[in-house]
């Protein structure tokens, strides 16, 4: 065998392995997925992932190492999914048009929870919210400032304060909305999150945007 064959071989069986860890690890999520719409996060062992998405408990280890890791993974996914059209929408257009960052940010975000409204309220009733709050923060600093959303100049501690005050109103407000029935459209919560962010409390009442309740 030539060693281009050989490379070529060996191309097509690192696809092949890699196709198998992806399916493995997707499987892994989407049976975490399954779960969580019936069990609180407390009720749900390694053990009963691997089962449900048909793998063994060492390959759950080798993905994940625990079900903190799961979480740690499915927030990177989420974020690296927002973010990404983030990036796509604030990239200045041939007209010269941009969307604002945090606009951008909550139209990706109202897109990822219309996909399954459900999963997001299951996950804001079976998993505290402070260790949803915890997994989502840890990406979503960091890969802000990977991708240049915020100044690298900002120290930290200031970096962290100031995006636990705006994750921190907007996942409350938004698992206040998956929670309460949602009598507003996620168009219309959406909008008020943005004015909230914008503009402040004072002049969201000012304005009357209670009308659209």
Same mark, same amino acid.
């Given at each position: 065998?030539?060693?281009?064959?050989?490379?070529?071989?060996?191309?097509?069986?690192?696809?092949?392995?890699?196709?198998?860890?992806?399916?493995?690890?997707?499987? $892994? $999520?989407?049976? &975490?997925?399954?779960?969580?719409? %019936?069990?609180?996060?407390?009720?749900?062992?390694?053990?009963?992932?691997?089962? +449900?998405?048909?793998? %063994?408990?060492?390959? &759950?280890?080798?993905? &994940?190492?625990?079900?903190?890791?799961?979480? %740690?993974?499915?927030?990177?996914? @989420? @974020?690296?999914?927002?973010?990404?059209?983030?990036?796509?929408?604030?990239?200045?257009?041939?007209?010269?048009?941009?969307?604002?960052?945090? /606009?951008?940010?909550?139209?990706?975000?109202?897109?990822?929870?219309?996909?399954?409204?459900?999963?997001?309220? /299951?996950?804001?009733?079976? @998993?505290?919210? +402070?260790?949803?709050? +915890?997994?989502?923060?840890?990406?979503?600093?960091?890969?802000?400032?990977?991708?240049?959303?915020?100044?690298?100049? $900002?120290? %930290?501690?200031?970096?962290?304060?100031?995006?636990?005050?705006?994750?921190?109103?907007? &996942?409350?407000?938004?698992? #206040? #909305?998956?929670?309460?029935?949602? /009598?507003?459209?996620?168009?219309?919560?959406?909008?008020?999150?943005?004015?909230?962010?914008?503009?402040? @409390?004072?002049?969201?009442?000012? +304005?009357?945007? #209670?009308?659209?309740?």
């Amino acid at each position: 065998m030539s060693q281009g064959e050989k490379n070529q071989r060996a191309e097509r069986d690192g696809k092949r392995v890699d196709r198998r860890v992806r399916r493995s690890r997707r499987a $892994i $999520i989407e049976a &975490f997925d399954r779960l969580i719409m %019936d069990e609180p996060i407390d009720q749900i062992s390694v053990s009963l992932i691997a089962r +449900e998405a048909d793998v %063994d408990r060492k390959t &759950f280890y080798q993905h &994940f190492g625990s079900i903190d890791g799961l979480l %740690d993974a499915i927030a990177e996914d @989420v @974020v690296s999914e927002l973010l990404d059209k983030v990036e796509c929408a604030t990239r200045a257009s041939s007209d010269g048009s941009e969307q604002r960052p945090l /606009r951008a940010f909550l139209a990706a975000l109202t897109e990822h929870l219309s996909k399954n409204l459900l999963l997001g309220q /299951r996950y804001c009733e079976h @998993v505290p919210s +402070e260790l949803l709050l +915890e997994h989502l923060a840890r990406p979503l600093v960091r890969q802000c400032v990977d991708r240049g959303f915020v100044s690298e100049d $900002i120290p %930290d501690d200031e970096l962290e304060m100031l995006l636990a005050y705006g994750l921190g109103g907007l &996942f409350s407000l938004y698992r #206040w #909305w998956l929670l309460s029935g949602r /009598r507003l459209t996620i168009a219309e919560v959406t909008q008020l999150a943005c004015q909230l962010v914008e503009d402040g @409390v004072s002049s969201f009442l000012e +304005e009357g945007a #209670w009308a659209l309740r």
